[in-house]
């Protein structure tokens, strides 16, 4: 690879004209993520899009809850992004692993989790960033600290509903819009997730989910797989969170900041 870094593996082709190599500093010899994008036939939308991306991620890069750019190197026929190395890996693959060996979190690991997801997106959202694709994921863990990452999707404002099927609130599906409290919706999914070590949905299409949630009993649905092991606080939270009245989602979480404080 060069250019101050030195190639160590291809850990993830993410589509046909991308792809996350594992690289070290030659300097430092510190352990980075290289996020590669070949340019080579790029249409303009796409490279707007990856242009978009590096300027969110710049723009963040002060916040310890957000997954840090570190350089960008531009070549005739590539674009990449260096970033840093959560060397936990992502939510997704810890809720798995505990999945595997009935290890539940406990309340304490689930508030501290929520505590760094909500400080990152404060950031996101102070910064008129909307993330659009909140999801386990794309939460990394670097030294036991959270850190939300992949901004690939990330507008200014209200957005087109282009998140994952299983993360799309109400709102998002029905008006085609993604907002701030859709980012909200997003992380009730999360917290689900750590409650149940499962996740909230499993539609195939958007006409499965709009079924889900016009179900009468979406809201029982939603508490009933929550064990009682938890508090009727963390319940609640979740609750509302999924909500399909979005005020609820931001009423909560405004309830939650002050409590916090």
């Known amino acids: 690879m060069n250019y101050g870094y030195k190639f160590e593996t291809v850990l993830e082709i993410m589509t046909s004209n991308s792809e996350i190599h594992l690289v070290k500093s030659l300097d430092t010899n510190e352990t980075f993520i ?3 994008y070949d340019l080579y036939g790029i249409n303009e939308n796409d490279l707007k899009n990856y242009m978009n991306e590096l300027h969110i991620m710049k ?16 070549k005739n026929d590539s674009l990449s992004f260096i970033i840093e190395f959560c060397n936990q890996g992502d939510l997704y693959s810890d809720i798995l692993r505990r999945k595997i060996n009935n290890e539940h979190y406990s309340e304490s690991e689930i508030f501290n989790i929520l505590n760094q997801i909500l400080n990152g997106l404060s950031s996101i959202h102070k910064n008129g960033i909307i993330h659009g694709d909140l999801k386990s994921t794309n939460i990394f863990i670097k030294d036991d600290k959270i850190k939300i990452g992949d901004f690939g999707i990330s507008q200014k404002g209200s957005n087109k509903n282009l998140g994952t099927l299983n993360f799309l609130s109400y709102e998002s599906i029905k ?3 993604t907002n701030k409290l859709s980012d909200l919706f997003q992380v009730g ?3 689900y997730e750590l409650v149940t070590l499962s996740s909230p949905f499993s539609a195939n299409n958007i006409n499965d989910m709009i079924r889900l949630f016009e179900d009468k009993n979406y809201k029982n649905d939603i508490i009933k797989n929550i064990s009682s092991f938890y508090s ?6 979740i609750s509302k969170l999924l ?15 002050i409590a916090r404080n």
């Open 243 to 257: 909500s399909l009245n979005a005020l609820d989602r931001l009423q909560v979480i405004s309830n939650y900041n």
């Open 189 to 191: 999914c999360i917290l």
């Open 232 to 237: 009727i606080q963390l319940v609640d939270i």
């Open 175 to 177: 008006l085609n819009k």
């Open 59 to 74: 723009k963040l890069e002060n916040c310890e809850n957000i997954v840090k750019i570190v350089d960008f190197i531009k």
């Open 34 to 36: 290289s996020k590669v």
